[in-house]
């Protein structure tokens, strides 16, 4: 058993430098789970995150020293300097904003390890880079700091009049004055240095900003999960063997898209059948519909619909599953049976848009006002995929509402009334840009990728994704063209209403 392996939901009862382990090595999910694991017990975590900072980590799975800077940020502990300060030492040029606001935050703590990498750099020969910038944003006056900026400006740097501004030590007034005197009065460089000896002689700069609040959790989701897509199968198949409930469902769902072994989906139909977590099952089910041709697979699903004492979480796996399969009059009513259920009408919902089929066209429009998210989630989607026009314009307020945006744009551009052709999808796409009124970053390739998709839906080759060989291709040719090229953190457009790369990009 892998030792590795724990429920997210007991998270605190495992030794930090275990979750370290587990999460470098790909078994944990970075959220607040996790967080709270670690920064909720300081006395034992501090130790630990030390230990594990000083490591070498070239070979782990997961490389999260940008995760580590954010924690001891929040703990503002300066048994992290060193680590923080190696981390400038790596790359100089380019010392992040974490990384800076993390090391100020320490004052006179960090003067000395930053004047000790200055020297270093100094004497190997190497580019200060930002260094200069971060000592200039400590605000601790030490003459060491102010003879380093000074000397820069000595040397012709054209930032060090800045940084002495930043620093803000009157004492650099003399050396401010004496490079001034050297250029002429009215060139750029020479007002640029008037006035920061005008700010530091009235104190402008003695009046430090006061430091906003640093709020670890707005970086993070409440709960994610592990990096599955780093990990092998042998790996996979261990969670699935000895993981939590949660874990379980996470690994079983990993499944729907990339395709998987004989033993991954043995694994699969054996837990579909008998693992004790409804959801589990459920979501076992859902991920068999890869290969629901299989005539065992599909026997399987169709006793699943059938069988009054399955769970409404197995049957909802299995109708979603089969939702290509509605011509089988008994998956079609089985997805009915499912939506007269209020606790199976999401899957249910989400089976439809699935399936394609047009019979369920009045159930999705019902629910664009549900108080279950979910539910009004996957009727948003249904609605695209089942291409209902006449209620493309009630997608539109969802434009406004973060929680469903995309979501709504992905539908929208499915079901919007225009012609469906390569030669106008452009035209469409500049319509839904004005509907919208503008696309956010990112926006655009989310809509793009949508159009694409509904040109497959309709027997025509993809603009946005062509290969460049087919850029010229007969726009008259109707072949449908299978695979779309969809970013990891688009909404995967099997409207599960996760991100792509959770999904089936996972």
């Known amino acids: 058993m892998n030792d590795l392996i724990f429920d997210p939901a007991r998270l605190a009862d495992v030794p930090p430098d275990k979750l370290l382990e587990a999460a470098s090595a790909g078994y944990i999910g970075i959220d607040h789970r996790f967080l709270h694991a670690i920064v909720d017990r300081p006395e034992i975590s501090i130790p630990a995150l030390v230990r594990f900072a000083a490591e070498d980590h070239e070979q782990d799975t997961v490389i999260f020293q940008d995760v580590l800077v954010d924690i001891f940020r929040h703990l503002r502990t300066p048994e992290a300097i060193p680590f923080l300060v190696d981390l400038a030492r790596r790359a100089p040029l380019?010392?992040?904003?974490?990384?800076?606001?993390?090391?100020?935050?320490?004052?006179?703590?960090?003067?000395?390890?930053?004047?000790g990498l200055l020297k270093e750099l100094e004497e190997a020969g190497?580019?200060?880079?930002?260094?200069?910038?971060?000592?200039?944003?400590?605000?601790?006056?030490?003459?060491?700091?102010?003879?380093?900026?000074?000397?820069?400006?000595?040397?012709?740097?054209?930032?060090?009049?800045?940084?002495?501004?930043?620093?803000?030590?009157?004492?650099g007034i003399p050396a401010l004055e004496a490079a001034h005197a050297l250029l002429p009065p009215e060139s750029i460089d020479a007002v640029r240095i008037k006035r920061f000896i005008e700010d530091l002689s009235s104190g402008m700069q003695a009046v430090e900003e006061q430091e906003e609040p640093f709020d670890l959790w707005s970086l993070y989701p409440e709960s994610d999960s592990p990096p599955l897509e780093l990990l092998d199968d042998e790996a996979r198949i261990e969670m699935l063997a000895s993981g939590s409930a949660e874990l379980r469902a996470e690994v079983a769902a990993f499944y729907r898209g990339p395709a998987f072994t004989e033993k991954i989906g043995a694994r699969l139909l054996e837990m579909a059948k008998n693992d004790p977590d409804l959801q589990v099952r459920g979501e076992c089910w859902e991920t068999l519909g890869e290969i629901s041709n299989e005539p065992e697979i599909r026997r399987a699903m169709l006793g699943v619909l059938s069988d009054t004492g399955t769970s409404v979480e197995e049957k909802g796996g299995a109708a979603v599953a089969l939702a290509q399969q509605t011509d089988n009059a008994s998956v079609f009513q089985a997805i009915e049976n499912l939506y007269a259920d209020p606790r199976g009408r999401a899957k249910a919902l989400q089976a439809m848009g699935r399936s394609f089929d047009k019979r369920f066209a009045a159930h999705p429009p019902q629910h664009l006002d549900d108080p279950d998210p979910e539910v009004k989630r996957q009727a948003i989607w249904a609605i695209g995929y089942l291409n209902l026009q006449a209620e493309a314009p009630r997608l539109v307020p969802f434009f406004e509402d973060e929680e469903f945006r995309s979501d709504a744009l992905f539908a929208y551009a499915l079901s919007v009334p225009g012609e469906t052709s390569p030669g106008r999808i452009r035209s469409l796409l500049n319509k839904i840009d004005d509907v919208v009124g503008g696309f956010k970053p990112d926006e655009e390739e989310l809509v793009e990728i949508a159009l694409d998709q509904r040109l497959i839906l309709h027997g025509k080759k993809p603009v946005f994704s062509a290969e460049p060989d087919e850029l010229g291709a007969d726009e008259s040719d109707e072949e449908p063209v299978a695979k779309l090229k969809i970013g990891r953190n688009d909404p995967c457009p099997c409207g599960s209403g996760k991100k792509y790369k959770k999904c089936c990009g996972a």
Request: aromatic residues 4%.
């Open 94 to 115: 380019d010392i992040q904003d974490d990384l800076v606001e993390t090391l100020v935050q320490f004052g006179a703590a960090s003067v000395d390890p930053l004047l």
């Open 126 to 171: 190497e580019e200060e880079g930002d260094v200069p910038f971060l000592l200039s944003q400590l605000r601790v006056r030490d003459p060491r700091i102010l003879e380093a900026l000074t000397q820069r400006l000595d040397e012709g740097d054209p930032d060090a009049a800045l940084l002495l501004d930043m620093y803000g030590d009157p004492a």
